[in-house]
T-cell receptor, first 113, second 116 residues
């Protein structure tokens, strides 16, 4: 069975600081991994995805994530936080042929001026 | 290209009443999914349509939930009768039929259901 663990339900950073949101997964087959973001009063928006190509994946808004099989991790980073990055971030795994996403609990990111 | 549209955006009903949520996927997307997030918990899969057929409904909580996708276009999710534990945000998503796009889901803004 697949599972996703996001460490830290709330993360707070200062504007301009590094953003690091952690995601660990469990999967018995090679996974597809995703990060989605939900801004206030909006839907879930795809930030980036790993689909077995390059292990370092670049997404929108300056975010990137690195797939590390040995650590079963897919942490999300951004070098310099912006106020507009304040949102809730979700890591999800899709393993197998059913295309069903298994989600983490989400991490709420606050950016302080 | 229009995105995935869901309505109502928010519905408040009393226990025992019926609510129907609607989802209009991106035109041409054969795959349509329903997910739900109950407060404080992770987003969970409810079911998956391929065109008008239910591909996987393993996540449907119980028989009070009925999903349809007549004609393979929009979908409805009916809860009848609603219970307190049905409160949450219901997300709809769609994706292309095949290829790399099939694994990339585009989500709607969600329908927040509050059962009092």
């Amino acid at each position: 069975a697949q599972s996703v663990t996001q460490l830290g339900s709330h993360v707070s950073v200062s504007e301009g600081a590094l953003v690091l949101l952690r995601c660990n997964y469990s999967s018995s087959v090679p996974p597809y991994l995703f990060w989605y973001v939900q801004y206030p009063n909006q839907g879930l928006q795809l930030l980036l995805k790993y689909t077995s190509a390059a292990t370092l994946v670049k997404g929108i808004n300056g975010f990137e994530a690195e797939f590390k099989k040995s650590e079963t991790s897919f942490h999300l980073t951004k070098p310099s936080a912006h106020m507009s990055d304040a949102a809730e971030y979700f890591c999800a795994v899709n393993a197998g042929n059913n295309r069903k996403l298994i989600w983490g609990l989400g991490t709420s990111l606050a950016v302080n001026p | 290209e229009a995105g995935v549209t869901q309505f109502p955006s928010h519905s408040v009903i009393e226990k025992g009443q019926t609510v129907t949520l609607r989802c209009d996927p991106i035109s041409g997307h054969d795959n349509l999914y329903w997910y739900r997030r109950v407060m404080g918990k992770e987003i969970k899969f409810l079911l998956h349509f391929v065109k008008e057929s239910k591909q996987d409904e393993s996540g449907m909580p119980n028989n009070r939930f009925l999903a349809e996708r007549t004609g393979g276009t929009y979908s409805t999710l009916k809860v009848q009768p609603a219970e307190l534990e049905d409160s949450g945000v219901y997300f709809c998503a769609s994706s292309q039929a095949r290829g790399s796009g099939a694994n990339v889901l585009t989500f709607g803004a969600g329908s927040r259901l509050t059962v009092l």
